[in-house]
């Protein structure tokens, strides 16, 4: 699952895992996790993100290896926010290669930057499980505060903060428009349009997934629709679109 921060990666990835009966592996949840549990890796990651930057590729890439080895994954995951950059990428090949897997699917959420802060600063998430996730108009709780779920409290994410949101967007939309790029060379990219209402955006992805295969090792080859618009905009021009430089 690709997307810029607030394009409903998270969202999407946890009514796709419930959907269709696959772990939801979200690299953002795993290092506030760690963070939470003030773990030497919680305390790397947490430098980076405060300041709006990515976690580096080592310490992210070490940690998501680690998850993927564990057994509940062996018949694949929904992975959201990572791969985040190339060398990412060209990582999660080799750790899905050894198993005699790939990436079946590549889903991008195309999102306008106006409306990525309008879904940032009206974020709230429950404090206990993060992938309970609302926002102020478009997703309300029925009682303000507290998780529809479990009836925990809700929270504002520190990265949410104004100046946070825009270096998150000016320093990771680059390289993760380099991922997206990887992926459409390799015929898996699919984009979806996510300025649409969510059950719209579900739709479209289960689409997509639907029509995937999974591939053996080696063969980059899908059925999946990849609409090839995100490959044939300009940089420049898609970077404009979503705020980046
Ligand atoms: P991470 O937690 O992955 O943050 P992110 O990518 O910035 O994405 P977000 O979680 O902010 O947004 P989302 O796309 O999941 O949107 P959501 O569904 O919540 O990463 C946090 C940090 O960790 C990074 O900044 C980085 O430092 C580090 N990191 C993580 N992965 C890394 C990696 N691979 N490498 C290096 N560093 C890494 O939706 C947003 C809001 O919009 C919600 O309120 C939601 O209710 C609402 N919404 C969703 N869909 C819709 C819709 N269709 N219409 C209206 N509202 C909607």
């Known amino acids: 699952m690709l997307g810029a921060p607030g394009a409903g990666k998270g969202t999407q990835a946890a009514l796709l895992a419930e959907r269709i009966g696959m772990p939801h592996v979200s690299s953002g ?11 030497d890796l919680g305390k790397k990651a947490k430098k980076f993100m ?8 080592d310490v992210t890439i070490a940690m ?25 990428a060209e990582a999660l090949d080799k750790m899905l290669a050894k198993k005699g897997g790939a990436v079946a699917a590549a889903l991008y ?12 600063s009206g974020r709230w998430v429950c404090s206990q499980q993060a992938d309970h996730v609302y926002h102020e108009i478009a997703k309300p709780p029925k009682k303000a ?21 825009a270096a998150r967007l000016e320093k990771q939309l680059p390289p993760m428009f380099e991922v997206v790029d990887y992926y459409a060379d390799r015929g898996v990219l699919n984009t979806v349009e996510g300025d649409k209402p969510m059950e719209a955006v579900t739709i479209a992805l289960l689409h997509c997934v639907a029509t995937a295969v999974p591939r053996p090792n080696g063969d980059t080859k899908t059925t999946a629709a990849s609409n090839g618009r995100t490959a044939a905009t300009p940089p420049a021009e898609r970077l404009a679109r979503s705020g980046g430089r």
């Open 109 to 120: 959420i195309d999102v306008e930057r106006d409306e990525l802060i309008k879904r940032l």
């Open 64 to 88: 998501i290896s680690d998850r993927l080895a564990k057994p509940d994954a062996a018949d694949g995951v929904i992975l959201d926010g990572f791969p985040r950059t190339r060398a990412q």
């Open 145 to 165: 505060g507290v998780c529809d779920v479990d009836g925990a409290p809700l929270v504002q994410r520190d990265d949410d903060k104004p100046q946070t949101v």
């Open 50 to 57: 405060d300041q709006g930057a990515l976690v580096p590729d």
């Open 29 to 39: 949840d795993l290092f506030r996790d760690n963070i939470k549990r003030d773990t």
